[in-house]
């Protein structure tokens, strides 16, 4: 199939479709960059894109548009993984 590769995941194809390939992931599962480094969510990420990752219950206190940066800074978490590993 004839295309381009957007990043590791994501090819677009020459009819303009997207279809996505597994991320390179290590024995946590975690998504690598290309050099191995796990990827970092963006703190302008919205807070339903993560619940569609990690639950309808991730962030319940938040509005749906809320982004992950208000997020993590009203929780007082340094990261996405600190903020799940505290959330409990």
């Known amino acids: 199939m004839r295309g381009v590769w957007i990043d590791q995941r994501v090819f677009l194809g020459f009819g303009g479709g997207m279809s ?3 991320c390179n992931s290590g024995l946590d599962e975690r998504c690598r960059d290309a050099d191995g480094e796990i990827r970092h969510k963006r703190s302008d990420t919205l807070v339903a894109t993560l619940r569609r990752e990690y639950g309808g219950g991730f962030a319940e206190d938040f509005r749906s548009d809320a982004k992950l940066g208000t997020v993590l ?3 007082n978490s340094a990261s996405l993984s600190d903020y799940l590993k505290h959330r409990r």
Do not use: P
């Open 20 to 22: 996505r390939k597994r």
């Open 73 to 75: 800074r009203e929780t």
